[in-house]
């Protein structure tokens, strides 16, 4: 696997925002960028990106692909926009991303929490531009993504009540939930929507997938808001072993579950939210 120079790693929307003007959204969206090419990971609800993208300088119209790391709402719904401004762009995304989703709320009703219908027209409106990925797949030079995450420790699930139809009757297994990585001189650089497949399940699919090479930096959402205690314990103990040295959680990670991983590893966590930049391959 080639070795990316240098760059930069953007978050242009996260649940909160960490520069003024900035606005914060329940969703997640990282702009990563070298001297040869500009990637989308993720696009939000829709309603931050923009704004957020042109306060910090960033022209989306220049990105060359999107990758979206799952089918709900809040990491697809700006990519109606992205296509308009770019329409070189090429879209990398699982099958079962463009499928119905559901979730469960606390009263027991159903709620829609799949691709929103405006943004499904316009994917359907450029099958040329959708590059479905079910396997470990290059976006460019040395960028992958993940495809399916095999499921193995018993620890790890979804992270909620998901389904696949309106009823509740059909359990959604999120097999759409994928994760973008490179590798970089520090080590290998992985960026997380929601980690829907268990965090420590794609950090070691990633190590076997790159010869055991050492994961430098995990940016992103960890869907651990309802983590239970033993489930933090062995999600803090695996990512010990695994030595990662640097931690970004944001999005969907939860509070309690941040401030634990904050504690545990003090000397290795660093904000997330709307703004915040991650260089990689700097000396």
Request: proline share 5%; charged share 20%.
């Given at each position: ?26 969703g ?6 070298t001297h040869?090419?500009?990637l989308?990971f993720?696009t939000?609800?829709?309603?931050a990106l ?16 999107v990758v979206?790391?799952?089918g709900?709402?809040?990491?697809t ?7 308009e401004?770019?329409?070189q ?13 559901y979730s ?5 009703a159903?709620?829609e ?9 316009a ?7 959708l590059?479905?990925?079910?396997r470990p797949t ?8 993940t ?10 699930n979804t992270?909620?009540?998901f ?5 509740g009757?059909h359990?959604d ?9 490179f ?5 290998t650089?992985?960026l997380?929507g ?6 420590i ?8 997938l ?13 869907h651990l808001?309802?983590a239970?205690?033993?489930r ?6 695996s990512?010990?072993?695994l030595g990662i ?10 509070t ?8 545990a590893f003090?000397?290795?966590?660093a904000p997330?939210?709307?703004?915040a930049i991650?260089e990689?391959g700097?000396?």
């Amino acid at each position: 696997m080639p070795v990316i120079e240098g760059g930069r790693i953007t978050v242009l929307v996260d649940n909160c925002a960490r520069g003024r003007g900035l606005l914060g959204e329940h969703g997640l969206a990282c702009w990563v960028e070298t001297h040869r090419w500009h990637l989308l990971f993720d696009t939000g609800q829709g309603m931050a990106l923009a704004h957020n993208a042109s306060l910090l300088g960033i022209r989306l119209e220049l990105v060359n692909a999107v990758v979206l790391s799952h089918g709900h709402y809040d990491h697809t719904g700006g990519l109606g926009h992205v296509l308009e401004i770019a329409p070189q762009a090429k879209v990398f995304t699982h099958p079962a991303a463009l499928e119905p989703k559901y979730s469960r709320t606390n009263d027991g009703a159903s709620r829609e929490i799949g691709i929103p219908s405006t943004v499904r027209r316009a994917v359907d409106g450029r099958p040329t531009s959708l590059a479905l990925v079910e396997r470990p797949t290059e976006v460019v030079g040395g960028v992958f993504v993940t495809g399916e995450i095999p499921r193995r420790t018993e620890y790890e699930n979804t992270g909620g009540a998901f389904f696949v139809d309106r009823h509740g009757q059909h359990v959604d297994p999120l097999l759409d939930d994928q994760a973008m990585f490179f590798d970089s001189r520090q080590g290998t650089i992985v960026l997380l929507g929601c980690g829907h497949a268990g965090v420590i399940n794609t950090l070691q699919y990633i190590r076997d997938l790159t010869g055991g090479r050492s994961i430098h930096a995990v940016i992103g959402g960890m869907h651990l808001a309802t983590a239970s205690r033993d489930r933090m314990a062995r999600t803090i103990d695996s990512l010990r072993q695994l030595g990662i040295e640097r931690l970004v959680p944001g999005h969907c990670t939860g509070t309690a579950a941040t401030s634990q991983l904050w504690s545990a590893f003090p000397e290795r966590c660093a904000p997330c939210g709307a703004g915040a930049i991650v260089e990689f391959g700097i000396p």
